[in-house]
């Protein structure tokens, strides 16, 4: 008996020294490690090259997912804001490939307090000229699909320590810089 609770103890003595040593990351400076989150959707593909394709204006894309994380896009990138109305996702996916971090939420899935938590998130990051798009669309899987390029995570709800984790990591990590004109906020 008194070997099993010494081997009892031993296991806990570990897990606890397993989670002080390495259960945070310098990645992501909000607590835990975005990349640890299994519903993380990352895209590593002839769609996420520094090299896409501008699309005539008007003409529509043919996405792998959708909202897309990357692949050919309007020539015009769609200015970074709050939209009460879905937008282009040829304009969203060029504000994407320069760092811009999306917010899709599903009107539906979301209560009006939801909505309004979401929009002071969106809002102070646009504050803090971070390059960020809060948008509705109904057809969405998840109530809430963080998208900027190349990845994707769908959430169950308002997650403001998830939504932080997403920004620290991703915002401004496209082929394109911030600097080089795409997703200036609309004022």
Do not use: K
Not at 73 to 85: D, F, N, Q, T, V
Not at 103 to 125: C, F, G, K, Q, V
Not at 128 to 148: E, R, T
Not at 153 to 160: E, N, S, Y
Request: aromatic share 8%.
């Amino acid at each position: 008996m008194r070997s099993q609770i010494a081997a009892g103890a031993a296991l806990l003595l570990v897990a606890i020294l397993a989670t002080s040593c390495g259960g945070e990351s310098s990645r992501a400076g909000s607590g835990g490690d975005i990349y640890d989150n299994p519903a993380l959707e990352v895209y590593d593909n002839e769609h996420t090259t520094a090299t896409q394709l501008h699309l005539p204006a008007g003409v529509s894309a043919d996405y792998t997912v959708i909202p897309p994380y990357g692949e050919e896009h309007s020539p015009i990138p769609l200015a970074c804001g709050i939209y009460s109305a879905t937008p282009s996702f040829e304009m969203v996916v060029h504000a994407m490939e320069h760092g811009a971090v999306v917010l899709w939420y599903a009107p539906e899935s979301l209560n009006d307090d939801d909505i309004a938590a979401l929009t002071e998130i969106a809002s102070r990051h646009l504050t803090d000229s971070s390059y960020a798009i809060q948008a509705p669309y109904g057809g969405l899987d998840a109530p809430l699909m963080l998208v900027a390029w190349g990845v994707r995570l769908p959430l169950g709800g308002v997650d403001q320590r998830a939504i932080e984790q997403f920004f620290d990591e991703f915002h401004d990590e496209a082929p394109e810089p911030l600097a080089a004109g795409g997703c200036a906020t609309a004022r």
